[in-house]
């Protein structure tokens, strides 16, 4: 059974900083990988997908690795912006593209 | 924490008719959400649905092509409308409960359209 964990469960920084959201899956048979971010009291929202063929994504700030082999994900914010509170998730979607499985989530912080 | 199921898991469905996805959560919950991800896509938000209150949709989707129902606190309906080949998705319900920050998966409806 897949489980999806993530890394660190709660982070504060002050603005400017970079940082390193981290999500490991005990299953390496996926079909895709997704972060998204949710804001409170709203849906998700999708930051970054990443095939399973795929090793990186990049979206402005953001930048997502896969390593499939050692069940792992990273999510890198660069420059970090109050705006960039939230609750970070990561997904992983199974090698039929049926079942997702959520982690956790890490809610980030970021201080003015 | 809330556990979520899903009707139907799968269906094939032909062109011009609609299906009707149920979601149905183990405890009360105030807010729920209804996704979708088409192939080789991002999930995406269609709608959020809170009892007693009209559906809340994103941009892109509207009420006449994906009518949602919620009844009650524990039960939601997805209709998808006269549909096509390009509603071929998989359709995820979640709920929102406890923290504003803890959010439910239903398993997901997958959904061809020939």
């Known amino acids: 059974k897949q489980e999806v964990t993530q890394i660190p469960a709660a982070l504060s920084v002050p603005e400017g900083e970079n940082l390193v959201l981290n999500c490991s899956f005990t299953?390496?048979?996926?079909?895709?990988l997704q972060w998204f971010r949710q804001d409170p009291g709203k849906g998700l929202t999708s930051l970054l997908l990443?095939?399973?063929?795929?090793r990186e994504q990049t979206s402005g700030r953001l930048n997502a690795s896969l390593d499939k082999s050692s069940g792992r994900s990273t999510l890198y914010i660069a420059a970090s912006q109050p705006g960039d509170s939230a609750t970070y998730l990561c997904a992983v979607i199974d090698n039929y593209g049926q079942n997702f499985v959520f982690g956790p989530g890490t809610r980030l912080s970021v201080l003015p | 924490s809330a556990v979520i199921s899903q009707k139907p898991s799968r269906d094939i469905c032909q062109r011009g008719t609609s299906l009707t996805i149920q979601c149905q959560v183990d405890?009360?919950?105030?807010?729920m959400f209804w996704y979708r991800q088409q192939p080789g896509q991002s999930l995406t938000l269609i709608a959020t649905a809170n009892q007693g209150s009209e559906a809340t949709y994103e941009s892109g989707f509207v009420i006449d092509k994906f009518p949602i129902s919620r009844p009650n606190l524990t039960f939601s309906t997805l209709t998808v409308s006269n549909m096509s080949p390009e509603d071929s998705s998989i359709y995820l319900c979640?709920?929102?409960?406890?923290?504003?920050?803890?959010?439910?998966f239903g398993p997901g409806t997958r959904l061809t359209v020939l």
């Open positions: 299953d390496s048979a996926i079909y895709n």
């Open positions: 990443i095939q399973s063929s795929q």
């Open positions: 979640s709920v929102s409960t406890g923290g504003p920050d803890t959010q439910y």
């Open positions: 405890s009360q919950v105030t807010m």
